[in-house]
């Protein structure tokens, strides 16, 4: 069975004593919650810090995303074997990189396949534009971006896949839970033809774009559904804690 799991994306947001004192002030009510993976991914600059006072806590952290070489002439970037040390999950191929800053399918495969060299648990971002939903290619799109995703890996080790439609994304018009069931089915029975029956039914598939307390649950009551990735509504300590709360409830 796929671990039901909650990740906040921070995004380029929190100075280091902001960071600092949301972790503080989630961690609490976070603790509480049993059931499933609660993790955090801050800012690089936030990454140590927060990880510390998470030391020997049930959450996790996670990174934003990484450089694809393991270490050289990259100025400003931050690679696996940096990350390794601080945190156990990386965000990889979020719709802001790919489509602010360019990422291509196989810069995203490459990463991933650093990622789990290093050991680190990459959470494969994708995703479709509004125009190719429109266009009736969401499925097509999500497929090719999930084959470059892992193109080269023979063992997807702690591979996580969110399914974040691009529309949805901070614009508070969540997908509905059943298209996000659906992209989720045909999500594990591309895994499956990738990677085997069993990564499909192992691999915790994550919703992703305007997820909130209040919607949450409707989605992890889907069938395929093993979580949310969460950006907005992670940078609040009482409402990240009650979308965990919610979505534990849910799943019980
Ligand atoms: C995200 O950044 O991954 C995200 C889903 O953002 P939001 O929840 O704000 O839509």
Known sequence: MPETIIAGNWKMNTTLDEAQALVRAMKPGLEEIKGL??????????????SSLLKGSTI??????????????????????????LCKYVILGHSERRHI???????????VRAAMSAGLSP???????????????????????LRA???????PRGLIVA?????????????????????????RRVLATLQGQ????????????SVNADNVAAFVREPDVNG????????????????ARNAATART
């Open 37 to 50: 993976r609660k993790v955090v991914c801050p800012p690089f600059v936030s990454l140590s810090a927060v």
């Open 60 to 85: 996790e952290v996670g990174a934003q995303n990484m450089h694809s070489e393991k270490s050289g002439a990259f100025t400003g970037e931050v690679s696996s074997a940096m990350l390794s040390g």
């Open 101 to 111: 800053f360019g990422e291509a399918d196989d810069l995203v495969g490459r990463k």
């Open 123 to 145: 959470i494969l971002c994708v995703g479709e534009q509004l125009a190719e939903r429109e266009q009736g290619r969401a499925e097509a799109v999500v497929e090719r971006q």
């Open 149 to 155: 995703g892992l193109d080269g890996i023979t063992t």
């Open 163 to 187: 399914y974040e439609p691009v529309w949805a994304i901070g614009t508070g018009k969540a997908a509905t839970p059943q298209d996000a069931q659906q992209m989720m089915s045909h999500i």
């Open 198 to 209: 069993a990564v499909a039914a192992n691999t915790s598939l994550l919703y992703g774009g």
């Open 228 to 243: 949310a990735l969460v950006g907005g509504a992670s940078l609040k300590a009482d409402v990240f804690v009650q979308l």
